[in-house]
């Protein structure tokens, strides 16, 4: 089993920053691991992955160029580092680990079978 801690969500105003962490009870350089948001109303959706080998995935438009992943093997911690942040960023986001170890190359939620709990971001205009 792996166990997954999100931290550093908040309310911040439009144009600030936060950096999310994700401490994880297994290594990440063996698995696949992502962030996704859900918002009120919505489909929880993929913010950004990435693979064991340290590759990330395609970010979504909505967050391109403002939104970086990594981590620290080190620290086995994932890190979501969300910059220029916009009301419709607000959402409570998610750290999720694959199923399976060395393996998958997507950002599918089907492949992830460990969650955290969860770390609401809220941004004001």
């Known amino acids: 089993q792996v166990q997954l801690l999100e931290s550093g969500g908040g309310s911040v105003q439009a144009g600030e920053s936060l950096r999310l962490s994700c401490t994880s009870s297994?290594?990440?350089?063996?698995?696949?691991m992502g962030w996704f948001r859900q918002a009120p109303g919505k489909e929880r959706e993929a913010v950004s992955c990435?693979?064991?080998?340290?590759?990330?995935?395609d970010y979504p438009d909505s967050v391109k160029g403002r939104f970086t992943i990594s981590r620290d093997n080190g620290k086995n911690t994932l890190y979501l580092q969300m910059a220029s942040l916009k009301p419709e960023d607000t959402a409570m986001y998610y750290c999720?680990?694959?199923?399976?170890?060395?393996?998958?190359?997507?950002?599918?939620?089907?492949?992830?079978?460990?969650w955290g709990l969860g770390t609401q971001v809220t941004v004001s205009s």
């Open positions: 999720a680990a694959a199923s399976s170890t060395y393996g998958g190359t997507t950002c599918a939620e089907r492949e992830f079978g460990f």
């Open positions: 297994a290594l990440l350089r063996v698995r696949n």
């Open positions: 990435l693979t064991w080998r340290g590759d990330s995935t």
